[in-house]
Every structure is written in C-alpha cells, then in structure tokens.
C-alpha cells in the first residue's frame, strides 16, 4: 500500500491558459492522452460516505466502478478510495463485464457501510501531467446525475485540478 498527499482545486474555466501556462514555464510533460472518464460512485441508504467526505471525516472511502468510455477495449475498474490519518491510497482491480452488471443491479456489501448501491454517475474529460514532485490532473466538461435519473445531468461550470504526490513528497 502506497500512501500518497492529494488536494483537490476549483478553478473556474477562465483559469485555465493561467494554469496551462504555469504547467510549462515549470517542465510540466503530458503523462497520457487527455480521455474521458465515467464513474458510478456507489453509498448505502443514508449516503454515509458523501457526508464523510463532505465532513472530511476520517477513516472513510469512496466506492467507485471506473471506465473510459471512448477506448475499444472496454474495460471497468472496480475501485476503493481511502483516506485515512495515516494517508491516502487506492485499490483497484478491472472486472469483467458480468461481474459490473452484478455490482450495478445487486450493490456491493462493505464492512464499513454494509450494503451499498449505484447513487451517482459521473462523468468528465481528464488531462494528466507530471510536474517532477507531483502529478496534475485536470477535469473539465464535468457532469454528474443521480443513478437513477440519469437523463437529469447537471454540469459542473468549474474545472477539477487535483495534485497528488507521494507521501514523501516536499510539497
């Protein structure tokens, strides 16, 4: 398990030639190409982990099926996000098809927060850059919708950046 530092930044879209700037005057080199991103974040019937991460309580996590929709080879992610004092770190592991219709119709059964379901589908464009001392994503062209009124999209007029480094990091 890799502990790692994250923050998390709005910035409004007329930010964005400032921070593509700042990203080369600092050697900042494109890590993949920019790609789509949809996820279903999954919570149980009292929506513990929104109000956690909301809090910013900890222990807690997040509960996430990934994909990138636009490649050929569809693949789905099957992902924890957890943060705790000691830090934060990510499981994952790719599912097969069947097993991501199974975790969409049934839920999944955490210790934590026992039987949980597809609440909120989520989807944006990411772009991921090394800076040396940390990885910087950008989102943008965010929207999101309840699981279940998934023709009711609301979209984000913000970008998402989010800095991540590892734990021994001097950030």
Known sequence: MSFRLEE????????????KNLITLNSGKELYPKRK???????????DMYKESEEGTLPRKKIRIRNYPDYKNQKFFFEKKISSIEGR??????????????LKKFG???DTYKSCH????????REYF????CRLT????ISYSEYNN???NKSDPYVAVEIKANFNSSL
Do not use: C, G, R, W
């Open 8 to 19: 998390k930044i709005k910035l409004h879209i007329s930010d964005m030639i400032k921070l």
């Open 37 to 47: 991103i949809s996820s279903i974040y999954f919570d149980n019937k009292f929506l």
């Open 89 to 102: 770190y990510k499981q994952n592991k790719a599912i097969k098809i069947d097993e991501f219709e199974n």
């Open 108 to 110: 999944y059964f955490d």
């Open 118 to 125: 597809p609440k909120l589908f989520v989807k944006y464009t």
């Open 130 to 133: 090394d800076m040396k001392i």
């Open 138 to 141: 950008i989102d943008t062209n």
């Open 150 to 152: 998934l023709n009711h």
